[in-house]
C-alpha cells in the first residue's frame, strides 16, 4: 500500500457490542475496496481480523485487529475493536488511536449495553462519532426504532444521514439526504445505482432533508443567513461544515445498511473517506505510540504503534520514554489481520507495526533523542475477577513465569499475584471468557498448561481475651538434654496492632541470650496458626517467667518453649477468626439501586453510603466480606445487564462468624 499524506490517512474504530456485526462491516469494507477477493465469514472462521484459534471456537472477537484499505486516494486504517464486555482493554486501546469511532449497531437487537459503555469512554475521550445501523435485511429489523434509540440515549447530535429503502427482506437500498438521490443495490456487487426517491418515501425524506439541513447550517452564520434567504445549499459546502461538527463531536452521523448484503458499505467507505477526520499530527522529529502488543509465539512481541509526528523509518533509532533505552525498529510492517507488508517509512499519523524490539510495550511512547509531545496516557482496566491456577505438571511449572510474564505483556487487563498467605497464584481477569481464554493462551500459545482451583481467602486468627501459659520443653536423650521453660502471657490488641513481642524477664530466669530464641518460637508458632489453622495477628506476648538448665538449655530448647508456651495461651485466650472486608464501590444506573443493595446486604455486606454520579447513574460504597465478594464481577453483571460497574480493595479484618469459622477450619484442614 503506498504512502498517502497525513491529510489522507483516516483512522476509524469500529466499535459496539458483540454481535452487532463490526468484524462484518471490516470484512465487507476490506472486499468493496478490492483489498480482499471474496468476505470471509465470522461463522467459518475466515475472515481476516478473527485469525486467534480462541477467536474462530467463539465465533467472537477477543482482540482488536488492524485492516488498512484504500479508498478515493485515501488510506483507511480500520481498526475492529471485541464487543464482548471482558475486552473493554481493547475497545480502550483503538478509541486512544482512532480519530473517528463508528458505532455499529444491529437494527435487530437496537442499541445494546455495550455500544453505551463504549460511548461514553469515546465521550470521555472526545473522540468524534458515528453509527452504522446493520442489518437491516433481517427479519424484525427496524431503523425507526433504533434511530429512536440512539436519540433517546446520545442526544440531539444524533443526525441521520441516510434513509432505508425497504425493510428486512425488501430491503434494497439508500436515500441520501443530503443529494435527495437513492442508491439502489442490485447485483450484489456492492455498487450503488443511483436515482430518484421512491414516491412513497418522498414526503418522509423531504422532512428528514429539511431537519438534517437546518441542524447543519446552524453552525455556520454564512450558510445560515442564505439558508434562511431560500438560497439552494450546495451538497459540497453542506459536507464541509458537517466534518467540521464530526470533528468537534458535536454532530454524530447515522448511516446504514447491510454487510452481509454489501448494502451501504460503499457509501459507508465514502463518508469515512470524505468527512472523517484526518490525524491531529504534530510537528518535529518522529514520536510514536505503541497501544497494542501482540506475543508471537515465533517472532517474539510485534508492537502496534501510530506515528503522532514526524516519519518512522526503517533502522531509525528511537529512545523508550519509559525505560530511556535507545530501540531500534528494523522490521516495520503494515497488518492486516495477521498479514504483514514491509513498510519503510511510516507517515505522521499513520499506524504500523515493528517486531521484536528489546523491551517495548503497550502503552510505551517511541521518541527521537530530545523529542517532546504530551501523549495521554494508555492505563488498563482493572481485573475485578480471580482465578486460581497452578502448573498441571512439574514440566509446566518451569515455563509458568515465563508464560505469565508473556501473557501479561500482550493483555495488561491481566494481573497476576502470588499470595503469600494463601500460597497461590493468582490470575486476575475482566470476566470468566477472558480468564477462559487467557489460560487457553497460555496453554497453545505460551506452552504451560494450568489447571484452576477456588481462590482461598487469607483467614486470620486473634484473641479477645488474656491467657497465661507455660512453655515446657525436657528431653533427655543421652548426654547433654534439652531444657527450656517460658511463661507467657497474651493479650489482644486493637485490629490492625500486629504483633508484639515483651520481654519482662528479671533475675535472669532466662538467661539473655535465649530470649531471641524464645520470640522466634513464638513468631513460629503464630504462622503456623492458631486452633483453627489460620496465622495470628494483634496480640501482645509478654515472656514473664521462665526455667533454664546450665548445661541442658540452648536456643533450641526456649525457642521450641516459646511455640508451646503460646500455643498453650492461645487455646485459652478465646480466640476467633478473622475475615478480609473489601471495599467495593459500585456504579450502575439508579433503577438498580434496589437490587444492588439487596445482593449486597445478602452477601453479608454493609452500605457505607449512596450518591447520584450524573448521567442517570448511582454510586453505593460497600464494606463486604472478601470470601463472598470473590465473584462479585459475575453477579454485578447479571444483576445490571452488564450496566455495573465496580472497584474493589482491601479495606481491614473483622470477625467471621463461629459457624463460618468451622467451614473455613474444616476446609483447610480438608
Sequence with gaps: MP????????NVALVGHGGAGKTTVAEALLFVAGATTRMGRVEDGTTVCDFDPEEHRRGLSVSLALAPFEWEGHKVNLIDAPGYADFVGDVTAALHTADLAIFVVSAVEGVEVQTEIAWRMAEDLGVPRAVFVNKLDRERASFSRTLDQLKERFGAGIAPLELPIGEEAAFRGVVDLLSD???????????????????????????????????????????????????????????????????????????????????????????????????????????????????????????????????????????????????????????????????????????????????????????????????????????????????????DEDKLANALHRLQDEDPAIRVERNPETHQTVLWAMGETHAAIAIEKLERKFGAAVETEDVKVAYRETITGSAEAEGRYKKQTGGHGQFGVATLRIEPLERGGGVEFVDAIVGGVIPRQFIPAVEKGIHEAMERGGPHGFPVVDVRVTCVDGKHHPVDSSEMSFKMAGSLGFQEAMAKASPIVLEPVSELVVTAPEAYQGDLMGDLNAKRGRIQGTAAVGGGEVEIVATVPTSEALRYAIDLRSLTGGRGRFTMSHAHYDPLPAHLAEKAAAAKHG
Design 3 to 10: 504512502n498517502v499524506p497525513t491529510e489522507r490517512i483516516r
Design 181 to 395: 438521490e437513492a442508491e439502489t443495490y442490485a447485483d450484489g456487487s456492492g455498487r450503488a445505482t443511483s436515482g430518484p426517491v421512491p414516491d412513497e418515501m418522498a414526503v418522509e425524506e423531504h422532512a428528514v432533508h429539511d431537519a438534517l439541513v437546518e441542524g447543519i447550517v446552524v453552525a455556520d452564520d454564512d450558510l445560515m443567513e442564505r439558508y434562511l434567504a431560500d438560497e439552494a445549499i450546495d451538497v459540497h459546502e453542506l459536507e464541509v461544515v458537517l466534518a467540521r461538527g464530526i470533528k468537534a463531536a458535536s454532530v454524530f452521523p447515522v448511516l446504514c445498511g447491510s454487510a452481509t448484503k454489501l448494502i451501504g458499505i460503499d457509501r459507508l467507505a465514502h463518508f469515512i473517506a470524505e468527512e472523517g477526520p484526518a490525524p491531529d499530527v504534530g510537528d518535529g522529529p518522529p514520536v510514536a505510540f505503541v497501544f497494542k502488543t501482540i506475543v508471537d509465539p515465533y517472532i517474539g512481541h510485534v508492537n502496534l504503534f501510530k506515528v503522532l509526528q514526524g516519519a518512522v523509518t526503517t533502522d531509525v533509532t528511537l529512545v523508550n520514554g519509559r525505560t530511556v533505552a535507545d530501540e531500534k525498529l528494523h522490521q516495520i510492517t503494515t497488518m492486516r489481520g495477521k498479514e504483514q507488508t514491509p513498510a519503510p517509512q511510516v507517515v505522521a499519523g499513520d499506524i504500523a507495526a515493528v517486531a521484536k524490539l528489546h523491551d517495548t510495550r503497550t502503552g510505551d511512547v517511541l521518541g527521537a533523542r530530545g523529542a517532546d509531545v504530551a501523549v495521554s496516557s494508555l492505563a488498563p482496566p482493572v481485573p475485578v475477577l480471580p482465578v486460581a491456577i497452578r502448573a498441571r505438571s512439574k514440566g
